[in-house]
Each structure stands twice: as C-alpha cells, then as structure tokens.
Antibody, heavy 117, light 108 residues
Framework: QVQLVESGGGVVQPGGSLRLSCVASGFLFETHGMHWVRQAPGKGLEWVAYLRHDGDDKFYADSVKGRFTISRDNSKNTLSLQMNSLRVEDTAVYYC??????????WGQGVLVTVSS | EIVLTQSPATLSLSPGERATLSCRASQSIGTYLGWYQQKPGQPPRLLISETSKRATGIPARFSGSGSGTDFTLTISSLEPEDFAVYYCQQLSNWPAIAFGQGTRLEIK
C-alpha cells in the first residue's frame, strides 16, 4: 500500500534552518510529482511547494519563495524540503502529499516544525 | 488569484441528518474542485475529486455537485464518524493548489 513517512521536524530558532524528508513506498515514486502542504496550529491547509516527477520544475508559495527549496532523490524514493531563514509564522505541521490528476490522494502523517526563540 | 470561500464556518447537526457544505470560487474553475475531510490529529483524506467523483473507499453518502463558481458537498445521512473539518481545493493555478478555509461539522 502507498505510504508517505515524513521526518526531520523539531524546534528551531527564528532565522534557523531545518530539512524535512518524506520517504515514499507502495507506488512508482519517480512517475509522480509531489507536494508539501502545511497547517499552522488550529488553522487551515496551506500549499507550500511542488516538484515535478523528474525534479526539473519547482513551484513555491509566495510565503516561502527564496527561503525553502524542494528536491527529490528518485533512487531513494525521497522528497525533501530545505527550510532556511525560518520565521515564527512557519510553525506548522508539514505534510508531503501525492497528487493524482491534481488532487491529493495520499498524505503522510505530518511532521511538526516549531519556530520559537 | 482565485479564492475559495466555504460556508458555513461551522455546521451543527445531529447524526442521521443531511449536511450541505458550500464552496464558492471567486472566478469560474470549471469542475476542478475537490473535497477533503480532516479529523483531529490526522492528515486530510480525499473524499471527492473533479466536483463529483468519490475517491476510493468513500461511502456513497458523500456526494459532490456544482460547476463554475458554486460547489456543494452533501452528506446524505450523518454518521458519528463524519463529524470533522471539511476543506475544498481547486486546481486553477496548478500546481499551486489552493484550499478553502474549512467548514467544521460538529455534533448538535
């Protein structure tokens, strides 16, 4: 069955960096683009970034552009999100998610990132 | 930028009742709308894609309808496990997907 498992979350000070990973299994990872979506505590869902299946095209929300970098290693079935210059408002649960025809049919359990001094 | 507005923010109903949730787009999005259910401590779960297509394993009591700017998620007869937060999502700026702000369905 399809599984997405995120890791790498934690507590970091404002201005710091963190790298999230998402390991995929149960499907042909190299044929799917992948998203990161986040959810601040008690808030709604916010799209963060998307990476095409081959890693060539990357897209970011304006709120993270220039600070976050999405990447993937298809040989390791792994999606990553490098987060630099973190702000308090980046505090959220971060989900990796697989789209099928645009809609997110599989999600990881999420990883909590807390940005606090 | 197309904005999705969900209403009501909170819906209070009893098990067995019919739930009608609304999602309105600021511009026409055709039928490129989906619905998700999220329970506390869990990731969202895809219920409906392309306005009306139920995802795998989703019970028939969930249905979606609409087109253009006005969309509806209907739960025909509420089960206890249906009380959750529901989000709509549109694809018009793919791959920059966007969600509505959510409707909380609570037990009356």
């Amino acid at each position: 069955q399809v599984q997405l498992v995120e890791s790498g979350g934690g507590v970091v000070q404002p201005g710091g960096s963190l790298r999230l990973s998402c390991v995929a299994s149960g499907f042909l990872f190299e044929t799917h683009g992948m998203h990161w979506v986040r959810q601040a505590p008690g808030k709604g869902l916010e799209w963060v970034a998307y990476l095409r299946h081959d890693g060539d095209d990357k897209f970011y929300a304006d709120s993270v552009k220039g600070r976050f970098t999405i990447s993937r290693d298809n040989s390791k079935n792994t999606l990553s999100l490098q987060m630099n210059s973190l702000r308090v408002e980046d505090t959220a649960v971060y989900y990796c998610a697989r789209p099928t025809q645009g809609f997110l049919d599989y999600w990881g359990q999420g990883v909590l990132v807390t940005v606090s001094s | 930028e197309i904005v999705l507005t969900q209403s009501p923010a909170t819906l209070s109903l009893s098990p067995g009742e019919r739930a009608t949730l609304s999602c309105r787009a600021s511009q026409s999005i055709g039928t490129y709308l989906g619905w998700y259910q999220q329970k506390p401590g869990q990731p969202p779960r895809l219920l409906i894609s392309e306005t009306s297509k139920r995802a795998t394993g989703i019970p028939a009591r969930f249905s979606g309808s609409g087109s253009g700017t006005d969309f509806t998620l209907t739960i025909s007869s509420l089960e206890p496990e249906d009380f959750a937060v529901y989000y709509c999502q549109q694809l018009s700026n793919w791959p920059a997907i966007a969600f509505g702000q959510g409707t909380r369905l609570e037990i009356k």
